[in-house]
């Protein structure tokens, strides 16, 4: 098996026709000729990643975010990125991302997204002709307060807090969620019915909102990483027989610490 098969598994699932202009999905090191000796699911494509991939003698890491993002100028073992890249290299570890691919659509991170918090009839909040989009809104099962929303949300994605404006006076029952940076779909959301917004990376200005809306910020990773089950899963499926392992300690991965 080549690496291009399992890339052709992930893009009949997550197209790179899907993604956005600023975006680099796709594969960002490594042959798609060379034949696939284990595969290591994970969310970033870290120097540590790179380890366990040589370390369990998988030469295809699959991850969320782009290991190349935007311009390297140099690849120096100082940075992150530069050491992941020289490790991959030296250790002919392959590199592949399906960032706003499997953002935008369904079954990825925003039905996800959606899917722990129990949404009823959920949608598209910005969907294009083909129904792909960033973004879901959809009612809970039963109105809460939003001291009960913030509570349930915690719970929910194992949160210590939780960023939000002013809690509203009302009960919520119709929710909005975009996994990662969401700040750009705020007024999407409120023209959705939605009198609460889940996303990551808001700043402060935002949280500055009308009555009867508010904005809860969970964090990026917290938003984006069950997408690393969903790859693992869709892989598992397509090569039952096959080394597919997803990364140690995933919730330690992410970056943001909360001390």
Known sequence: MRISDVIKVIEDFAPLS??????????????????????????????????????????????????????????????????????????????????????????????????????????????????NGFGMVGNLKEPMTAQEFVEFVKKTFSLKCVRCSKPITGKISRVAVCGGSGSSLIGAAQASGAQAYLCGDVSYHYFITMDGFM??????FEGEVEIVNILFSLLKKNFPTFAVRMCRSLGSRNPVYYL
């Open 215 to 220: 904005i809860l910020d969970i964090g990026h």
């Open 18 to 131: 899907v993604q956005e202009d600023w975006d680099n999905c796709g594969l960002q090191v490594g042959d798609p000729d060379a034949q696939v000796k284990g595969i290591l699911v994970g969310f970033d494509c870290t120097p540590e990643l790179v380890d366990e991939a040589v370390e369990t003698g998988a030469n295809l890491i699959v991850t969320h975010h782009p290991l190349i993002f935007r311009g390297v100028k140099k690849i120096m073992p100082t940075d992150p990125v530069g050491l992941a890249i020289m490790k991959a290299i030296a250790g002919g570890v392959a590199v592949y991302s399906a960032h706003t691919s499997a953002d935008k659509v369904p079954g990825g991170v925003n039905t996800a997204f959606a899917g722990k918090l129990g949404l009823q009839d959920p949608k598209v909040l910005e969907a294009d002709a083909d129904g």
